[in-house]
């Protein structure tokens, strides 16, 4: 078993679809707040999926062929994690007619879709869990969920297993083969609409016979169909081919922010931190990782650097040199700032006068080199440090080699003859200013 030979090329975009772009104000909620108000947990700003639509040259530019897009699924709130109808796509984001376009137009771009699988829990808007709280014991859905006692009640805590606590996200009991059935359905559904993978939401909350049997749902219906496990630990659990294909890569983010944002590592831990993660990663799965710095649950990558952009561009040379599949998360490849959620939520600017230019055309020229090497996207990884602030990433296959050389000290001169490594990508002696990167053999 081994994960989809596509991934091995593949360079992600994550959307948040409420806060990308509004592009048919006739769907905007009421109360929607202007597109530049400050994000909340709870307000709405209009985005929707024709806005998507609208802005696709946009993920071309960048190099991009495949698209995340956290849940699209009639909800309640704007993150959507608490659906109400798995087989309806929101109304404030369209229809299914809409959806079924905007599939056609990433296919035509070459840009794949992969959803979010939100099966551990649901909102407590969904018409099962609501039946429940009317009829109570009598619903015939009442083993759906975990019910302790009756009236279903919330307050002033819920007598009702939840997700993490929250009062409006009951949790499903997959342990019912009725609910399994339900899951399974939704799966297939949305494969039927043309997408080409799930991420799985919270999968370690669910009992790992239930993620065997979505896999045997899924597999059947397409060889190239990707499941990535969300994961914020190890990921070996996930990699041993009944389960998923590749994970979450929080891993990898927590090493690379630690050298090149927080400095609370060095080159050298850096280094065997990479290759151990490396190492606990089964052959055939290292191109399946979905490698990240920022996402919908996390600061931004500007913000986590303190508006250092060389520093940023640093840490994007390490994800787009290391094995797995790069992601950008909306906005990031621009300067957007922003804590965690909701700071991290906020509106895409589309504004390019407020763009940062050069954090985006390094993004951009990272990808392209990606694109252009073979090494970079299929080659074995190795990785070293050359002295306390810089850090050797090789990438081999038998017919080609690179490396990225990541400096975070205040300059650096590296010579073959004395870093004999470095003889066999260039003869030149190397002169690396402040927090400089450079990519060698990718061209």
Same mark, same amino acid.
């Given at each position: 078993?081994?994960?989809?030979?596509?991934?091995?090329?593949?360079?992600?975009?994550?959307?948040?679809?409420?806060?990308?772009? +509004?592009?048919?104000?006739?769907?905007?909620?009421?109360?929607?707040?202007?597109?530049?108000?400050?994000?909340?947990?709870?307000?709405?700003?209009?985005?929707?999926?024709?806005?998507?639509?609208?802005?696709?040259?946009?993920?071309?530019?960048?190099?991009?062929?495949?698209?995340?897009?956290?849940?699209?699924?009639?909800?309640?709130?704007?993150?959507?994690?608490?659906?109400?109808?798995?087989?309806?796509? #929101?109304?404030?984001?369209?229809?299914?007619?809409?959806?079924?376009?905007?599939?056609?137009?990433?296919?035509?771009?070459?840009?794949?879709?992969?959803?979010?699988?939100?099966?551990?829990?649901?909102?407590?808007?969904?018409?099962?869990?609501?039946?429940?709280?009317?009829?109570?014991?009598?619903?015939?859905?009442?083993?759906?969920?975990?019910?302790?006692?009756?009236?279903?009640?919330?307050?002033?805590?819920?007598?009702?297993?939840?997700?993490?606590?929250?009062?409006?996200?009951?949790?499903?009991?997959?342990?019912?083969?009725?609910?399994?059935?339900?899951?399974?359905?939704?799966?297939?559904?949305?494969?039927?609409?043309?997408?080409?993978?799930?991420?799985?939401?919270?999968?370690?909350?669910? +009992?790992?016979?239930?993620?065997?049997?979505?896999?045997?749902?899924?597999?059947? @219906?397409?060889?190239?169909?990707?499941?990535?496990?969300?994961?914020?630990?190890?990921?070996?659990?996930?990699?041993?081919?009944?389960?998923?294909?590749?994970?979450?890569?929080?891993?990898?983010?927590?090493?690379?922010?630690?050298?090149?944002?927080?400095?609370?590592? #060095?080159?050298?831990?850096?280094?065997?931190?990479?290759?151990?993660?490396?190492?606990?990663?089964?052959?055939?799965?290292?191109?399946?990782?979905?490698?990240?710095?920022?996402?919908?649950?996390?600061?931004?990558?500007?913000?986590?650097?303190?508006?250092?952009?060389?520093?940023?561009?640093?840490?994007?040379?390490? @994800?787009?040199?290391?094995?797995?599949?790069?992601?950008?998360?909306?906005?990031?490849?621009?300067? @957007?700032?922003?804590?965690?959620?909701?700071?991290?939520?906020?509106?895409?600017?589309?504004?390019? #006068?407020?763009?940062?230019?050069?954090?985006?055309?390094?993004?951009?020229?990272?990808?392209?080199?990606?694109?252009?090497?073979?090494?970079?996207?299929?080659?074995?990884?190795?990785? @070293?440090?050359?002295?306390?602030?810089?850090?050797?990433?090789?990438?081999?296959?038998?017919?080609?080699?690179?490396?990225?050389?990541?400096?975070?000290?205040?300059?650096?001169?590296?010579?073959?003859?004395?870093?004999?490594?470095?003889?066999?990508?260039?003869?030149?002696?190397?002169?690396?200013?402040?927090?400089?990167?450079?990519?060698?053999?990718?061209?």
């Amino acid at each position: 078993m081994a994960a989809p030979d596509w991934l091995a090329d593949a360079v992600f975009y994550q959307i948040f679809p409420e806060r990308f772009a +509004n592009g048919d104000p006739t769907l905007d909620p009421p109360g929607v707040e202007p597109w530049d108000a400050e994000p909340t947990r709870d307000n709405f700003l209009g985005g929707d999926l024709v806005g998507i639509i609208e802005h696709l040259d946009h993920l071309s530019s960048l190099g991009v062929n495949a698209l995340y897009l956290t849940p699209i699924f009639e909800a309640r709130t704007n993150h959507r994690y608490d659906a109400v109808d798995y087989f309806a796509v #929101d109304h404030r984001l369209g229809d299914l007619a809409t959806f079924r376009r905007l599939v056609d137009a990433c296919h035509a771009r070459g840009i794949r879709i992969v959803l979010d699988a939100v099966l551990n829990h649901c909102g407590d808007g969904h018409w099962a869990f609501r039946d429940v709280v009317e009829r109570e014991a009598e619903s015939p859905y009442v083993n759906w969920f975990s019910v302790e006692g009756f009236p279903v009640t919330a307050d002033p805590e819920p007598n009702y297993r939840t997700c993490s606590g929250c009062f409006y996200l009951p949790k499903w009991n997959a342990y019912n083969p009725e609910v399994r059935d339900h899951h399974f359905q939704v799966a297939r559904h949305w494969i039927e609409q043309g997408i080409d993978g799930w991420r799985l939401d919270v999968p370690y909350y669910i +009992n790992r016979n239930f993620w065997r049997q979505f896999r045997e749902v899924v597999k059947p @219906m397409g060889e190239d169909l990707y499941i990535v496990a969300e994961e914020w630990r190890g990921p070996e659990e996930w990699l041993q081919g009944d389960l998923a294909d590749g994970t979450m890569n929080y891993t990898l983010r927590d090493l690379v922010l630690g050298f090149t944002a927080d400095r609370s590592i #060095d080159a050298d831990a850096l280094a065997d931190g990479l290759n151990r993660l490396a190492a606990r990663i089964p052959d055939g799965y290292h191109h399946g990782m979905l490698n990240l710095l920022g996402s919908h649950d996390t600061e931004r990558v500007l913000t986590r650097h303190h508006g250092d952009v060389d520093a940023a561009l640093l840490a994007y040379t390490a @994800m787009f040199a290391a094995a797995g599949a790069p992601m950008i998360y909306y906005g990031d490849e621009i300067g @957007m700032t922003g804590d965690n959620d909701p700071g991290c939520r906020a509106g895409m600017v589309w504004d390019a #006068d407020r763009w940062n230019l050069r954090l985006l055309e390094g993004v951009r020229s990272l990808a392209q080199r990606r694109g252009r090497s073979a090494a970079l996207r299929r080659g074995n990884q190795q990785v @070293m440090a050359l002295d306390p602030d810089t850090v050797l990433l090789m990438r081999t296959t038998p017919g080609s080699a690179a490396a990225a050389i990541i400096h975070r000290g205040q300059g650096v001169r590296l010579d073959p003859a004395q870093v004999p490594v470095l003889a066999r990508f260039t003869d030149q002696v190397l002169e690396l200013d402040r927090s400089t990167a450079v990519i060698l053999g990718a061209d």
